[in-house]
Nanobody, 125 residues
């Protein structure tokens, strides 16, 4: 049930910034959680940031904490990425859960019923 469209990916030098977006064509008011995941070749997909619209709470993985910021300006979910590192290079995916999303700071992928196609972010040294 793909209803999300990411954009804004590209190439940037280490230390630079990039902002990617995810437009939700569904009913954003029903969203329980919205998140960004990323996956590098040969690696598992990992959660980067999650936002809970009802409470306004947001959580980040340790690897991006202090550098990335997730925000919602309906109907668009944003991820501001600052001080980028080469290890941040990955395909970034937007995901939305509108049913159960009780994983707190790290909800499992199964909680997200909607996924975007991804946008590539490449960080060079």
């Amino acid at each position: 049930q793909v209803r999300l469209a990411e954009s804004g990916g590209g190439s940037v030098q280490a230390g630079g910034s990039l902002r990617i977006s995810c437009e939700d064509s569904g009913d954003v008011s029903t969203n329980v959680c919205m998140a960004w995941f990323r996956q590098a070749p040969g690696e598992e997909r990992e959660g980067v940031a999650v936002f809970y619209p009802r409470s306004g709470n947001s959580y980040y993985s340790d690897s991006v904490k202090g550098r990335f910021t997730i925000s919602l300006h309906s109907p668009t979910l944003w991820l501001q990425m600052n001080n980028l590192k080469p290890e941040d290079s990955a395909m970034y995916y937007c995901a939305v859960g509108d049913l159960t999303c009780g994983g707190g700071y790290s909800p499992p992928e199964a909680d997200f019923g909607y996924w975007g196609q991804g946008t590539q972010v490449t960080v060079s040294s």
